[in-house]
Nanobody
Framework: QVQLVESGGGSVQPGGSLRLSCTAS????????MGWFRQAPEKEREAVAAFYRGGSEIRYSDSVKGRFTISRDAAQTVYLQMDNLKPDDTGVYYCVARPSCYAGSWTNKSLYGYWGQGTQVTVSS
């Protein structure tokens, strides 16, 4: 059973920064095919950032491009550095993983078989 364990959420003022971390519990998934989704109150869950095509490419949603940075280590940990946070970034952030990421849209949540429990990010003055 693959578990994704997230940490690093919290509350911050607009313009502040947070860093999320996620570690997979087994070697059956790799940081090459991990990413982050988020869900704001009363909104659909949306893709934020992810490694794609076996880790050779990185994808960001337009809403976070230039402010968020996804990175990973050589094993099973992925990070999301979030800078210049805005109130619209508020929501529950989910770490995701899939065994292969060479096909399919990176924003299709149904392709990710593994999800973390979610960590709350609140941006408010």
């Amino acid at each position: 059973q693959v578990q994704l364990v997230e940490s690093g959420g919290g509350s911050v003022q607009p313009g502040g920064s947070l860093r999320l971390s996620c570690t997979a519990s087994t070697y059956s998934v790799s940081s090459n095919c991990m990413g982050w989704f988020r869900q704001a109150p009363e909104k659909e869950r949306e893709a934020v950032a992810a490694f794609y095509r076996g880790g050779s490419e990185i994808r960001y949603s337009d809403s976070v491009k230039g402010r968020f940075t996804i990175s990973r280590d050589a094993a099973q940990t992925v990070y999301l550095q979030m800078d210049n946070l805005k109130p619209d970034d508020t929501g529950v952030y989910y770490c995701v993983a899939r065994p292969s990421c060479y096909a399919g849209s990176w924003t299709n949540k149904s392709l990710y078989g593994y999800w973390g429990q979610g960590t709350q990010v609140t941006v408010s003055s």
